[in-house]
């Protein structure tokens, strides 16, 4: 009778460890999962001419690095992603052109922009969050940022 004791005693005991084990694997493991993070990235033109965007001096080839853009009309595209943060904001998105800077193109001049510049700064986006995953950026050209870029080239 004894040893049955002794027995149930361990069983119930080695039970608790395991749950208390499992609550702790649960709670570490909670941090390390990657949130959804999502954006829609829009670009448009409102200037009077067609617009060339490249990802960089155009020495890319994927989808998305070479962008025209008629006047009058916008360009967009879905980006499905993740953050190692649960709670993340607009600014911890990187535009496309963040990290490698754009090329403009308009008519046969071509425009350099830096990475942290026009386009390629998150902060000159107009911002929408949409759901707590989602956002909404949008990247207007406008005559008069068309105009700036001819200055700075000069």
Known sequence: ??????????????????????????ASCEDNVDCVANAEWIYCNQSSSKITILLGRGNFSWE????????????????????????????DYVPLYGLHGATIIVGEQSYWVNPDEGIA???????????????????????EILEQLKLQSE
């Open 1 to 26: 009778m004894k040893l049955k004791n002794i027995l149930m005693n361990c069983l119930r005991l080695g039970k608790m460890v395991a749950l208390i084990g499992c609550f702790a694997l649960q």
């Open 64 to 91: 998305h690095t070479k962008i025209e853009i008629d006047s009058g009309c916008n360009y967009s595209f879905f980006e499905e992603g993740s953050s190692p943060f649960r709670n993340f904001d607009a600014w």
């Open 121 to 143: 700064d998150i902060k000159n986006y107009e911002v929408q969050r949409l759901n707590r995953t989602l956002f909404r950026f949008t990247y207007t050209f406008t005559d």
